[in-house]
């Protein structure tokens, strides 16, 4: 066939075409293919039974026509090239595998995070940084998953963002111009008889643990050292209790007593609305329990949304009249733009 007599109209992005194909005589007149773009391989196909070869490099793929009647097997799966001497496929950059089946990550993540299939990607999902994994593939049979061991994207470790992991990550914070917004403060209840338990706490997937007879200061002191947490105060709810107080039981400033005992953790930075902190009991014989009791509503955005981020060092670089605060608006070391300088004019 003249391949003069083709005429292809393409509706181009960047990875796909939609093109339609003129066959002449008693052919349909017009037939409609998918062409995924491809750097080296030419493609002969039977189209309405005749035989077409399209170069430069189109693979031709005909319209689904019922369910699941898409993804047929493909040498190299049509994203690479058999070499005949050896029976290897030579893959076209992006896709790996013995039969080009995987699209991996660009440039492997960066050396900054780990190339992972969609499934692993869903089971290592995060919501308001808590792990919260999903099923994504577990069903070999659902199509609407096939994609799930084949398509692989970035897993970034920490302090690194963006699809291929290339980008650092900047301070986040409160945005020092909003006003009559709240930190969050989560209450510890505690009862324990014989000071022999210990409690493990847990937030944003980061763990300490914490003996019953500690007070409310070692508490605050051992939040502090996990790196999901920059700034937090530990007080007794019952203000009549405090270090000095006169009165007090032998056990009153423990976090844990016999007679119960409630802890307030206000939290500095991060700022939000935070998860709850995870408590559990190792020989706590009592009632052991964390609730929320004062939902944060400040901002915690990158660079307090007063500055702008530089990705290639991971600093906020702040806006005139704005620099590095402690998380709640005074000067400090965070790094976020979140303190507004009463020396500078502002933008």
């Known amino acids: 066939m003249d391949m003069g007599m083709l005429e292809l109209e393409a509706i181009a ?6 093109l339609r194909v003129h066959v002449p005589e008693n052919r349909h007149a017009w037939a409609k293919v998918i062409a995924v773009v491809h750097p080296i391989i030419d493609v002969s196909v039977k189209l309405e039974g005749v035989d077409l070869t399209i170069n430069p490099h189109f693979s031709l793929r005909m319209p689904i026509t019922s369910d699941n009647a898409a993804h047929a097997d493909a040498e190299c799966s049509d994203m690479g090239k058999c070499n005949r001497d050896t029976g290897v496929c030579d893959c076209a950059d992006g896709f790996t595998g013995g039969a080009c089946e995987y699209l991996t990550c660009q440039s492997d993540c960066h050396g900054n995070g780990e190339c992972v299939s969609m499934a692993a990607l869903a089971n290592n999902n995060h919501v308001n940084d808590v792990l919260t994994p999903y099923s994504y593939g577990s069903d070999v049979n ?11 994207g970035c897993l970034c470790s920490h302090g690194w963002e963006g699809y291929d992991c290339s980008l650092k990550s900047c301070p986040k914070g409160d945005d020092p111009h909003t006003q009559h917004q709240l930190n969050e403060i989560q209450q510890l209840s505690c009862n324990d008889s014989d000071d022999s338990g210990t409690i493990q706490f847990d937030f944003r997937d980061k763990t300490i643990y914490v003996a019953a007879t500690s007070t409310a200061a070692d508490l605050e002191d051992a939040l502090k050292t996990l790196s999901t947490i920059n700034g937090v105060s530990v007080t007794y709810t019952d203000t009549n209790i405090y270090v000095g107080a006169s009165g007090l039981a032998a056990d009153a400033l423990q976090i844990c007593r016999s007679s119960g005992q409630l802890v307030d953790i206000e939290f500095f930075s991060p700022t939000g609305n935070l998860p709850e902190v995870q408590v559990s009991s190792i020989q706590i014989d009592g009632d052991l329990s964390i609730s929320t009791i004062q939902e944060g509503t400040k901002e915690y955005i990158t660079c307090s949304g007063r500055g702008l981020c530089n990705h290639n060092e991971g600093v906020c670089e702040c806006f005139p009249g704005y620099a590095s605060s402690n998380g709640q ?8 733009c979140g303190y507004k300088n009463p020396y ?4």
Do not use: F, I, K, M
Not at 142 to 152: A, G, I
Not at 344 to 347: A, H, I, S, V, W
């Open 13 to 18: 992005d960047t990875y796909h075409r939609v």
């Open 142 to 152: 659902n199509p609407l998953t096939w994609d799930s061991h084949q398509v692989h």
């Open 329 to 336: 608006g005074d000067v400090g070391t965070l790094g976020d």
């Open 344 to 347: 500078q004019g502002y933008e």
